[in-house]
Each structure stands twice: as C-alpha cells, then as structure tokens.
C-alpha cells in the first residue's frame, strides 16, 4: 500500500508543471556553480600544482555544488510538500483517504517516500553532473558518496517537517510559508552557529549536513537526522490518527 500512495503522489506531481520546473531549476543552479568552480580551479592550477597536497576537483568544485545543492532545496521543499495533505483537506478527499481500509503509518510513510524518489532523482542529475569532471581529472568517489549520504538526509527532514506542517491546515501555500519560515529558521541557527554556540551547533541541520559535505559520516549527525525525520513523521500520523478518531 505505501508503494502505491508514493506512485500516486509522483504521477499527480509529474502531472503538473512544477515538477518539470524544479527538475530544471535544480539543474541549472548546480550547472552555474560547478562552470563557475571549474573556471575558478583552472586559473589557480598552475598555483595548485606548487602545493605538496593540493586540493583536487572534488574538494574544490563538486563540493561547493553539494553545498548549495542543500540550500536551493531548503528553498524547493515546502512547494513540494506543501500539497501533500493541506490539499487532500482543501479537496475534501482527506476525509474518505484516513477513513479507508488503509493504516494513517501506511499513508503518511507513502506521501514521503513520494517525494523522497522526487528528490532521489534530483541528486541523481547532481551527481551525473559531477561525473562529467572525469573527461578531465580524478575524483574522490568517498567523498561524492558522503554528500549524496547526508543530502538525501538533509531532504529527508525537511519533507517531514513539510508534511506535518501540511497536515496542519487547508490552504498548500500557508503550509508551503510556514514550511519555508520553518526551514528558514533553521537556517538562521546554522549561522548564528558560526559564533561557536555548542548547543545551536548540535541542533542546526545544515551544521550538521557540512559535516557530511566534508566527508565526514559521523554517529551523532546520522543518529540527528534520523530522529528529526522519525519525530515529524510520527507527529504527522498522531494528528491524522486524531482526526480519525474526533471527525
């Protein structure tokens, strides 16, 4: 059942324009930064090869795009999130879905996995854009592996963040708002991070994505996305299983 509600949710998003916008979107923006990048990286080449242990592509260009690969989809998720179930409710079809044979766990879980196979393919065109850097030079596959690790985590919370903020009301785009007010705000302990607050450090999601970006996996920032994305999750079935059970 949760692969069919995931199916459903990519045909209808397929079925509108801003699927193919944001596919585009995302492959533009990470296509001007790796030019720009490989530009940078051939005008300080002759300088680089003075170094004992310089930086190679990867750090110097595929990472950047990594990096804001993570914040144009901080900015991309609340308008794929936002119709999930805020839409379902404005159509009145929320009602007749929850009071289906179907559990509220097998529901919710489909609708993310929906748009996580949506943001799958996204990173997918990332990474392909990345390989095309092999026509001429080396890369560090561990490294690519890392970011794609902690990008797919990275969306993970944010669509769950999306999706209960869209069981919450109505209208798509107050959910798409706050989702985004949200997510800005998560944003915004990210930089005030920068002034060496331990404790905004270890609840900044992208403080926590740049550890994967530099190709670090560690036990904490994993355990930390897990639970972010399991807490929204779960708080999403709660209150779909309390409009079940109340009308």
Not at 53 to 82: D, H, K, Q, R, Y
């Amino acid at each position: 059942m949760i692969v069919t509600i995931s199916r459903k949710e990519l045909k209808m998003l397929f079925a509108s324009p801003l699927a193919w916008l944001l596919l585009t979107l995302m492959q533009l923006i990470p296509t001007w930064i790796l030019l720009g990048r490989l530009d940078a990286f051939l005008e300080i080449q002759s300088q680089l090869l003075q170094i004992a242990n310089p930086p190679g592509v990867t750090e110097l260009i595929i990472l950047p795009v990594f990096a804001m690969a993570g914040l144009v989809l901080l900015m991309v998720t609340p308008l794929l999130s936002m119709r999930l179930l805020a839409e379902e409710r404005r159509n009145h079809t929320l009602t007749l879905l929850i009071s289906a044979p179907i559990s509220i766990t097998d529901i919710v879980i489909g609708k993310f996995f929906g748009v996580m196979v949506f943001f799958l393919m996204i990173i997918a065109l990332i990474v392909a854009l990345c390989m095309s850097l092999l026509l001429g030079g080396n890369i560090d596959f561990g490294l690519i592996i890392s970011n794609v690790i902690g990008l797919l985590l990275l969306t993970a919370c944010f669509t769950a963040l999306g999706l209960y903020i869209s069981s919450l009301t109505v209208q798509p785009a107050v959910a798409a708002i706050i989702t985004l007010g949200g997510l800005l705000g998560l944003w915004l302990i990210d930089l005030a991070a920068d002034g060496g607050n331990q404790w905004l450090q270890s609840i900044s999601l992208l403080r926590h994505f740049e550890r994967f970006n530099q190709g670090l996996i560690d036990t904490f920032s994993l355990v930390y996305f897990i639970l972010f994305t399991a807490t929204f999750l779960i708080l999403t079935i709660r209150r779909l299983d309390s409009e079940r059970l109340h009308g």
